[in-house]
């Protein structure tokens, strides 16, 4: 983990659909959580850091949690928010104040008491004078602290925020050292492929949901690791599916926060399953990586349950379905055993060194006069005008873009010539 001074942490608990997301959001002034009308849309932990008159926090939103529940989501939600309270600063309660104490409400609260945590009741969706003697019933629940809200609104915030963060520090964000490198890996794939698994393995923590349900998480779920003094921020995205096979409003609000962590991303881990093969899904998943300029890792997971097939033949079944991706290497793990896991950190670092090479113009001049070039266009020279992904300007005869062929031998030869692996590359086109 970072070394960096450890930030005193908040934990948002309640039942589904309680407002829990609009809160965390509305603390941290940014759209983090997904918010909607559909219950249970959390269901993993979400991270964020937030701030108040000077007091720096990390904010944590639990999964709705219904005590007792035998269903498996529910319980793993449960087993999440335990790993929360262990670390956790200060609890905000959060219940709905339009409707009646229900025996949940009670028996979360019952939980929540033997934590041994500090403990504020934060009464949801009160958001007119007249609702806010409603919030004198909560007392019942046994909490001394008890704030009247509206989350959607933003009201009722400095009595909590001032209760809640009365003991933090308000000491400044410390500035990163100059060579500190912190490298963002967004895990992409389909539903069931395995990511939330990898990231655990990853991370060595039972930090995401990990179940047989297909589509288990909906958020994107991030941790932070530290080796070798570089910080790996990975951030394990929902599964993406087909469009028109996004009904839900949680799966759709999933994609596209998916692929917003992709934008935002210098890493992509494309997760794929070994027992089926490449499938047309994963052709698409990968196209969003490649159009956004990201580094590309092929993950193939699953691998000692696959059948005998050689990694060679598989590689090469890769190559054929996914052939705009030949410069992304290929990584076969088991994120069940943990084989290969580990090595990723060396694969994912050695693509974000490559996709952040910059070629000085005088050594791209010298490659210009030295490859061989019969092609129906003139180049004069080139240069790089930006890293991640490596982009060149290509000066020429001509005004307009080069013929696909011609583009393509460019890049061939770059990357024979300076590495560029794992990185797409963006030629521009310019007359002299």
């Not at 930030?7 to 309680?18: A, H, K, Q, Y």
């Not at 013929?403 to 797409?424: C, V, W």
Request: charged share 25%.
């Amino acid at each position: 983990m970072p070394d960096e001074p450890h930030l005193p942490t908040i934990v948002i608990v309640g039942r589904p659909n309680v407002g829990k997301s609009t809160l965390f959001n509305a603390i941290l002034g940014k759209r983090r959580s997904l918010v909607g009308d559909e219950p249970g849309m959390t269901r993993d932990r979400i991270h964020g850091e937030g701030e108040y008159r000077g007091r720096r926090f990390e904010l944590i939103d639990t999964g709705g949690i219904i005590p007792n529940d035998a269903e498996l989501i529910p319980t793993e939600i449960l087993k999440q928010a335990r790993f929360a309270f262990e670390q956790a600063a200060h609890i905000i309660y959060l219940l709905d104040g339009r409707t009646e104490i229900t025996g949940a409400d009670r028996d979360l609260a019952k939980m929540l008491r033997r934590v041994g945590k500090p403990i504020s009741v934060a009464v949801n969706k009160v958001d007119t004078p007249a609702r806010e003697s409603l919030a004198g019933d909560f007392y019942s629940l046994g909490f001394p602290n008890v704030f009247p809200v509206s989350a959607e609104h933003r009201q009722g915030f400095d009595d909590l925020l001032d209760h809640v963060t009365a003991g933090f520090s308000n000491a400044p964000a410390e500035e990163p050292a100059p060579d500190e490198q912190t490298i963002k890996v967004a895990i992409i794939g389909r539903p069931n492929v395995g990511k939330s698994t990898l990231l655990t393995e990853l991370v060595g923590e039972a930090r995401s949901i990990v179940s047989p349900v297909a589509g288990t998480t909906r958020d994107a779920v991030d941790e932070t690791v530290r080796r070798d003094g570089v910080d790996y921020v990975f951030v394990d995205t929902a599964g993406i599916r087909r469009k028109g096979k996004t009904k839900l409003m949680a799966e759709k609000l999933s994609v596209v926060m998916a692929r917003r962590h992709i934008r935002m991303a210098n890493v992509v881990l494309l997760v794929m399953d070994a027992t089926e093969g490449v499938v047309g899904l994963d052709a698409t998943i990968a196209g969003y990586a490649h159009e956004e300029g990201r580094a590309v890792i092929l993950c193939v997971n699953k691998w000692d349950i696959a059948s005998e097939a050689s990694q060679k033949a598989f590689a090469q079944q890769i190559r054929d379905e996914l052939k705009f991706l030949e410069y992304a290497p290929i990584a076969f793990v088991s994120a069940k055993t943990g084989s290969g896991v580990k090595r990723l950190y060396h694969i994912i670092h050695d693509a974000y060194k490559t996709a952040s090479t910059r070629i000085p113009t005088g050594e791209l001049n010298r490659f210009v006069e030295q490859i061989p070039f019969d092609q129906d266009v003139k180049i004069y020279y080139m240069t790089q005008s930006s890293i991640r992904p490596p982009t060149f300007v290509v000066f020429t005869d001509k005004g307009r873009n080069m013929h696909f062929s011609t583009e393509r031998y460019i890049m061939n030869q770059l990357r024979k010539r300076f590495g560029f692996q794992a990185t797409p590359i963006v030629l521009k086109t310019k007359r002299r």
